[in-house]
Nanobody, 120 residues
Framework: QVQLVESGGGSVQAGGSLRLSCAFS????????MGWFRQGPGKEREFVAS????????TYTDSVKGRFTISRDNAKKMGYLQMNSLKPDDTAVYYC?????????????WGQGTQVTVSS
C-alpha cells in the first residue's frame, strides 16, 4: 500500500518562497512518477508539475514555469516542490501524487494535501 504525506505548507508574503515535501511509503518509490497538483478556493484541482521516475524529465503548467522546481530523491523516497516568487494566486491546497505510468490525468495515489497561503 502506497502512502504519500505532504509537509512544508504555510503562510508567506508575495515574493516569498516555500519548499513542499512529499514523503513516500510503501512499494518501490523509483517505479512511480511524481506529480504536484493544487486546488485554490472556489477552483478545481489543477496540475502543477510532474517528474519522471528517474528525475530526468519534468513538466510544469505555464503559470509556474520559471518559479517552481520539482525534484525527487529516490534514495530518501522523497519528492519536493520548490516554490519561489510566490503570488497570491498560488494560494491553494497542494497535493502530492504518484503514478507508475505517469498518467497524471488520474494519478493512482494522492496525499492528503498541505495548505499554502500567499498574502499580498
Amino acid at each position: 500500500q502506497v502512502q504519500l504525506v505532504e509537509s512544508g505548507g504555510g503562510s508567506v508574503q508575495a515574493g516569498g518562497s516555500l519548499r513542499l515535501s512529499c514523503a513516500f511509503s510503501g512499494r518501490t518509490f523509483s517505479i512511480y512518477a511524481m506529480g504536484w497538483f493544487r486546488q485554490g478556493p472556489g477552483k478545481e484541482r489543477e496540475f502543477v508539475a510532474s517528474i519522471s521516475q528517474s528525475g530526468g524529465s519534468t513538466t510544469y503548467t505555464d503559470s509556474v514555469k520559471g518559479r517552481f522546481t520539482i525534484s525527487r530523491d529516490n534514495a530518501k523516497k522523497m519528492g519536493y516542490l520548490q516554490m519561489n516568487s510566490l503570488k497570491p494566486d498560488d494560494t491553494a491546497v497542494y497535493y502530492c501524487s504518484a503514478d507508475p505510468a505517469a498518467r497524471f490525468s488520474a494519478p493512482r495515489y494522492w496525499g492528503q494535501g498541505t495548505q499554502v497561503t500567499v498574502s499580498s
